[in-house]
């Protein structure tokens, strides 16, 4: 007020006669509606026998037509109907001849821009009192060519868009409709004191016969309703107060050049509507709600206003809201006395004012009243993101955020809008009951953020075997973890290259969630723990701690490996990683919950990229090596000689050289050779980027006897599982093989059992054994537990 920004004005609402109160926007009850549709002949001025079609389903509004809207790219014709000419959209002409039964001749195509200004006169002038020099106006957002005639009748005083497009060609809001829905004196004899709605069929008989109708129907149509009465709502003028967004609409086209817009499409679509903005209606007709703090003088001949800016600037009141408020009575210059208006605030000016209005004055300093960020839906474009740049606009002459990241809709697999008519509605409940909240924030995390988000079942699963997977790392540690925190130990070379991983994992993380991607961070992140962390370090970690191969360094670092990605989960799965930490971290480390650990930071003394690159090639070869194997039908769990690897590469050189024994470990070779040229004997190979691996086939006497007894020894481990026997508990084992199986077995029996924690092996037939055979040879295996 005091800028000069506030004004009061007439603006259209829809409003219930019934319940004489205006609606919002979200309040409106949509239903069918079953109402006239009719085409009437404008007469054009100047022009003989000559007329626009115009089309419209509330005849009452006609009484009140101000001017005619046209599209300035669409195409019209002039048409010779019977002995008349006629215009109209050349797109809706057969569809008006159709219901005619009627032909029409050609005679002209004219772009609708060329019609502008045209006048006409009113089809019943006789009958109104309003004399307005009517014409056509163009439109380009508010005539369309699914229904009508391509010309739109506009009365700016019963329809929101004519009132935007009236204002735009300075066209009166002319509203004849008082508060109880009836014509008032304004509309004409004829019509005054009459209720609008009931005055159709009366306007639809007036222009047959002053010879006007060109063609009428009824039409079910969606129409607004209120929502507590069901009366169909009609649109008229009020009075309301505004701010004058005219006024600032140029500082506000610069300060969304300033912000950072999160995706850029969202900016460019954010200035058109800004660009096409009229004034904000503040005020709402409504008992709820901040009450608007304008006193108006109650003197007719004064009429004075004061906008209060503070409670300090009235007297003491019980409470700041209706009814309270409005006994507060004001004293004017003039000797009368001010009263505050009965109007509350629209709340999305509420809203525009969350970022302050949330903080305390001591806040307020320390914080400032700019947001670092703000995230909303595409929907808020016309809605917080505007009403936000409004306020902080009039407040503090700037926009209230930094940075705005925009959000898309959830929608079904094929990115239809979800609904329950449509039976592609999926539940939020019957997800969180399926997979939990967890996982479906995984899910919804890890789209591209203003995107649509495509439901899909076959994703949440993904998310929700991704979250099991840190379930099984957690229960590792918990099975082998010794009691005392592992403080610092010695670290393999592939200890070394896992804590790089993570290290890059982090830095790439908390770029991403920087620059408002989390998507890709949290890719990243599934990524390095299922792939890297599960799938590969855990597998050498594991064959290492079974071998009692410094298995400190390996649990040292599943260890931190995992509570580092832990953190990284917290934000985007907070119950499951909390659930974690809690169940076996929090014994070890001193804060009592995850959300106090602090969000990890990539150490770059811990990164070592070469390594990282010779651990891909190292992947590659071991992928390739075991299709070698697979093509041969030779099981990784029988060991083979040599792995040769064909390359002339010194990359492939060096990468073996530094992890030549993960090599060996995944590939299950005793040996690994980098040759440029291969010896003679019979292999199976594989090709990979930078040359060929081969498995060298022949199996000698030890590598047999190796295979056989890790054959047998699974088979203990799996009997054990069936019998649901722990680690700890002992047993003996029966074995009823061909002979040259028990002399294998004879000869390994002390690692046999050492490996199993069996106490007796014995070679003979007991009850109820496992029948199997290994390598085309038949065995039975039978286990007991030994007290
Ligand atoms: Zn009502
Ligand atoms: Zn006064």
């Known amino acids: 007020w005091e800028k000069g920004l506030m004004h009061e004005g007439i603006y259209v609402l829809p409003y219930c006669y019934r319940c004489e109160t205006t609606m919002a926007n979200y309040e409106l009850e949509y239903g069918e509606e079953t109402d006239p549709s009719i085409f009437v002949k404008f007469r054009l001025h100047d022009r003989d026998n000559e007329f626009l079609i115009i089309w419209t389903t509330t005849p009452w509004t006609l009484v009140a037509n101000m001017g005619v809207m046209a599209h300035p790219t669409f195409a019209y014709v002039k048409v010779r109907v019977d002995n008349e000419i006629w215009y109209l959209a050349k797109e809706r002409l057969d569809h008006l001849m159709n219901l005619l039964g009627k032909s029409a001749t050609v005679l002209e195509e004219i772009p609708g821009r060329k019609i502008n200004e045209w006048e006409y006169e009113h089809p019943f002038q006789d009958r109104i009192k309003k004399k307005a020099a009517r014409k056509v106006v163009l439109s380009d957002e508010y005539v369309m060519l699914e229904e009508g005639s391509g010309f739109v009748h506009t009365a700016p005083g019963h329809g929101i868009e004519d009132f935007i497009i009236g204002r735009r060609y300075e066209i009166e809001a002319f509203c004849p409709v008082d508060s109880t829905g009836n014509y008032t004196g304004e509309a004409g004899e004829m019509f005054a004191g009459k209720n609008v709605r009931e005055a159709n069929p009366m306007i639809i008989e007036l222009l047959r016969e002053n010879g006007s109708l060109v063609y009428e129907e009824r039409l079910k149509h969606r129409y607004p309703h209120c929502w507590r009465c069901k009366t169909p709502l009609i649109f008229i003028t009020t009075k309301q107060w505004f701010i004058s967004v005219s006024k600032i609409k140029e500082r506000m086209m610069a300060e969304i050049d300033k912000t950072e817009w999160h995706p850029d499409f969202a900016r460019e679509r954010f200035k058109e509507f800004v660009s096409n903005a009229p004034d904000w209606c503040i005020s709402r007709q409504r008992y709820w709600g901040i009450p608007l703090p ?332 075991l299709l070698a194997r697979q093509s041969a039908a030779i099981k990784t769990r029988w060991p083979i000689r040599t792995l040769y690897i064909e390359s002339k590469s010194h990359e492939i050189m060096d990468a073996v050289r530094a992890f030549g024994k993960i090599l060996n470990m995944m590939v299950n070779a005793k040996d690994v050779a980098v040759v440029e040229e291969m010896p003679g004997g019979k292999f199976s190979s594989c090709d990979f980027s930078n040359g060929k691996v081969h498995i060298d086939m022949k199996i000698d006497e030890e590598l047999y006897e190796e295979g056989m007894m890790s054959e047998v020894k699974r088979r203990v481990q799996n009997l054990r599982k069936t019998e649901n026997l722990l680690e700890k508990d002992a047993i003996s084992i029966y074995i009823d093989a061909e002979k040259e199986i028990e002399a294998i077995v004879r000869k390994n029996e002390d690692a046999l059992m050492k490996g199993v924690n069996a106490k007796k092996i014995e070679f003979k037939g007991v009850e109820n054994m496992k029948e199997d055979e290994i390598d085309g040879r038949e065995v039975k295996l039978a286990i007991k537990r030994v007290k």
């Open 294 to 625: 304008i006193w108006r003088c109650g003197k007719k001949e004064c009429g004075k206003i004061k906008v209060i800016g503070s409670k300090d600037e009235i007297p003491k009141v019980k409470e700041l809201h209706r009814p309270y408020i409005d006994e507060v009575e004001l004293g004017c210059e003039c000797g009368g006395s001010m009263k505050r208006i009965p109007d509350v605030l629209d709340v999305w000016f509420d809203s525009g004012n969350a970022i302050w209005a949330s903080l305390d004055n001591g806040e307020r300093k320390r914080y400032g009243e700019v947001a670092d960020l703000i995230i909303e839906g595409q929907d808020q474009i016309r809605g917080w993101f505007y009403s936000l740049l409004g306020s902080g606009l009039v407040r503090n002459d700037g926009t209230p955020y930094r940075r705005l990241l925009m959000h898309g809709f959830f929608v079904d697999e094929h990115g239809e809008k979800m609904s329950k008519s449509l039976g592609n509605f999926v539940p939020l409940e019957d997800i969180i009951e399926k997979y939990g909240a967890d996982t479906f924030r995984m899910w919804g995390l890890s789209s591209t953020i203003w995107d649509e988000l495509k439901f899909s079942w076959d994703d949440m699963k993904k998310c929700s075997s991704d979250l099991n997977i840190a379930l099984n790392l957690t229960v590792f540690l918990e099975r082998f973890y010794p009691k005392k925190r592992i403080g610092e130990a010695e670290l393999d070379e592939a200890d070394k290259w896992v804590i790089s991983r993570l290290n890059n994992t982090i830095k790439e993380y908390r770029q991403a969630f920087e620059n408002t991607e989390p998507n890709k961070g949290i890719k990243a992140m599934r990524t390095f723990i299922t792939e890297d962390f599960s799938r590969f370090y855990m597998k050498i970690a594991k064959d290492r701690i079974a071998k009692g191969n410094n298995p400190e360094g390996a649990l040292y670092t599943i260890y931190t490996v995992l509570l580092k990605s832990l953190v990284m989960l917290a934000p985007v799965s907070p119950f499951i990683s909390e659930y974690l930490y809690l169940r076996f971290f929090s014994a070890h480390e001193k804060e009592e919950s995850l959300s106090l650990v602090g969000m990890v930071r990539g150490e770059e003394g811990r990164i070592n990229n070469v390594a990282e690159k010779q651990m891909d090639v190292i992947k590659e070869i071991t992928s390739s090596a």
